[in-house]
């Protein structure tokens, strides 16, 4: 049997992992103070249910940080310090 090429798709692959970069979202949001809580749990779960940042993990460093206006306070939260 003669042994298959690669299939391009498996070469893209291949580059695309090796293809390092990064990007930085930043969120300016306003939210009512009953909601403070759940705003902070959607930004530090965003990541594992989004299929666009499932794509790239790995191969893509996505931060993003976030400045939250809850009433008269701004609180600021970061993928890199985590979320209260």
Do not use: F
């Not at 300016?28 to 930004?43: I, K, W, Y």
């Not at 666009?52 to 191969?59: I, P, R």
């Not at 009433?71 to 890199?80: F, P, T, W």
């Amino acid at each position: 049997m003669t042994p298959q090429p690669p299939s391009p798709l498996s070469n893209r692959s291949r580059r695309t992992a090796h293809t390092k970069g990064s990007i930085a979202l930043h969120y300016n949001l306003t939210v009512p103070p009953e909601d403070r809580e759940a705003t902070g749990r959607a930004l530090r779960v965003h990541p594992e249910g989004c299929p666009a940042h499932q794509s790239v993990k790995g191969a893509i460093t996505v931060t993003w940080d976030a400045q939250v206006h809850v009433g008269d306070q701004v609180i600021k939260l970061s993928s890199e310090e985590g979320v209260e």
